[in-house]
């Protein structure tokens, strides 16, 4: 067996998410179905996460083992040859055996991107609109409080309950490029709708709908019914994974 590693590039606008799901169109779903094609076997990848229907990425990772022995510029031309076109294969590599696209990362980046102004007919599904005057210095500050390890149950999503909570985060930061704002988090790894839920937070602090102080507060009492919002899903994007 020959254990592989895909770098994928996709527009999720039109999917209900990565993860396999029954009568849905999934990223996951494709690929396989694609792949098993191809090498002429059943084949199942593993991603480093899920994502959510309408979140992007420029970097997912994905795993799967075959016995086929087609090369991989080969298996990433047929591929990219029969996908939609909001799928894209960037790499495909030969790794050892002991890869797990999810288990061997070590740490994820995404992007929050949110348009100060109503965004055009070809941003619109990438850009998060918020219409509302924000306080970007008081959002940055709020931002530097999700820095190191902390137990982040305030920002799991409603309903969920993992068993590990805890979390560490190296990077939380906002920049700013003409009407456009843009949340980059790194951490070594998230819970489900954790970013959308700190991010759905700080904009309502920007707007002045929450205190100074909310995230740390937050944080100490773990309370997701006193946390903001979950922001939507288009403006969230997959930045990397590191291994």
């Given at each position: ?22 009568h ?96 055009g ?39 969920r ?10 990077k ?26 700190i ?45």
């Amino acid at each position: 067996m020959t254990n592989f590693k895909l770098i994928i590039e996709y527009d999720g606008t039109h999917y209900s998410g990565w993860q396999i799901q029954p009568h849905q169109k999934t990223i996951q779903q494709e690929i396989e179905r694609r792949l098993s094609k191809i090498l002429n076997e059943k084949i199942k990848i593993n991603g480093s996460g899920r994502t959510d229907a309408g979140v992007h990425a420029l970097g997912q990772v994905a795993s799967f083992k075959t016995t086929s022995i087609i090369k991989p510029p080969i298996i990433k031309k047929a591929l990219n040859s029969l996908l939609d076109k909001d799928i894209r294969i960037k790499s495909v590599s030969k790794v050892d055996k002991d890869f797990h696209a999810r288990f061997s990362a070590k740490k994820k980046t995404y992007r929050y991107q949110i348009s100060l102004t109503e965004p055009g007919v070809f941003e619109r599904y990438y850009y998060n609109y918020i219409p509302y005057k924000l306080n970007l210095p008081l959002m940055k500050k709020e931002a530097k409080d999700l820095l190191g390890k902390h137990d982040f149950k305030c920002f799991e999503a409603s309903g969920r309950r993992a068993k590990d909570t805890v979390r560490i985060i190296s990077k939380a930061n906002f920049t700013k490029k003409g009407n456009k704002l843009y949340f980059t988090i790194e951490g070594n790894g998230f819970l489900y709708n954790m970013v959308r839920n700190i991010i759905g937070t700080l904009i309502e602090i920007g707007r002045g709908k929450f205190p100074k102080g909310t995230i740390k507060e937050l944080i100490k009492t773990k309370d997701r019914n006193k946390a903001g919002p979950t922001a939507k899903a288009c403006g969230l994007v997959l930045v990397r994974v590191g291994y």
